[in-house]
């Protein structure tokens, strides 16, 4: 009777995984079955190869939480699992797209984790538009913290996110210092800007997700840089999309299935025009509530039954 063991996924590469098991040890497996899919931070019951080289990953336990994204089939899957906190991180340069940042807000929000903004390289400065973005996350609800992986300036702020218990994830476009930011927390967790490889545009970015311990049950996962992200239009909330300002303003509308893109007495969209709602957020939310439109057409009736 072959063993069967427990333990949590610790990185990924592809359709290849690093488990640690209750012992300690961190052994090399593979999901088993082309249906069975697991991610950095799942839980899973393994069984042990016969020769003993590589574990089979047979269950993926459930998940208390998880952040999905729309892949390039148009499916749901899952980045991360077991999350209580999702950092996104950006910096001055290069530019960050902050409608990858709202996605990712979205995302967390409508999964139920908490997410807060690192911002990195603020050695560089921070130009009156970016802090007026700020402004706006904050009046979102969202914290922001301003760190230097290069000179080591917030990284207090940042550790304080990281409580015991404290699950979290980095996030955000390649370039920003995610890897970086880990070295500066654990210099001696030997991440590669060394598991980093050259991509065609000549920007090194990481190529697996990757999680360290911190101490007091708390752990950090360093997750791959991204061009884009499309949050799983699925996993959204239906009615706010994960936007904390639509949650707010949306009582007030004239219709309860208000869309908040062309209904007249809108509040959401009224708050928008007279500037008390952020402009740049709100079309963030339109762009997604419209990416959703798109990609629940594409699915068809049938599909999405």
């Not at 998940?63 to 077991?82: D, F």
């Not at 997700?209 to 996962?221: H, N, Q, S, T």
């Not at 949050?231 to 299935?257: I, K, M, S, W």
């Amino acid at each position: 009777m072959q063993q069967m063991l427990f333990g949590q996924v610790i990185a990924t590469f592809g359709r290849h995984l690093l488990v640690r098991t209750a012992d300690g040890s961190e052994l090399k497996a593979r999901p088993f079955g082309r249906a069975l899919t697991a991610v950095c931070g799942d839980e899973v019951r393994c069984q042990v190869g016969a020769h003993h080289e590589e574990l089979h990953v047979v269950e993926v336990l459930p998940r208390r939480t998880a952040l999905w994204r729309t892949n390039l089939r148009g499916k749901a899957e899952a980045v991360v699992a077991n999350l209580t906190r999702l950092l996104v991180v950006f910096a001055p340069l290069p530019a960050p797209d902050l409608f990858v940042v709202d996605r990712y807000l979205a995302a967390a929000d409508s999964a139920g984790i908490a997410a807060a903004l690192i911002v990195n390289k603020s050695d560089l400065g921070l130009a009156p538009s970016l802090t007026a973005e700020l402004t706006a996350y904050a009046a979102a609800g969202y914290g922001w913290h301003a760190c230097s992986a290069e000179s080591g300036a917030g990284l207090d702020s940042l550790r304080g996110l990281l409580g015991p218990g404290t699950l979290a994830a980095l996030v955000g476009q390649s370039g920003v210092g995610k890897s970086s930011l880990v070295l500066r927390l654990l210099p001696a967790s030997g991440v590669a800007i060394g598991a980093l490889v050259r991509e065609e545009e000549g920007r090194h970015t990481t190529t697996a997700a990757r999680r360290f311990e911190l101490g007091d049950g708390a752990a950090l996962i360093d997750s791959p840089g991204v061009r884009d992200f499309a949050p799983a239009v699925a996993a959204l909330d239906a009615r706010t999309l994960g936007f904390t300002e639509v949650e707010r303003l949306a009582p007030g509308c004239r219709f309860n299935d208000c869309s908040h893109m062309r209904e007249p007495g809108c509040a959401v969209r009224t708050a928008a025009e007279s500037g008390t709602w952020h402009a740049r957020r709100y079309e963030s939310y339109r762009r997604l509530r419209r990416l959703r439109e798109e990609l629940s057409a594409a699915r068809g009736p049938a599909r999405r039954r």
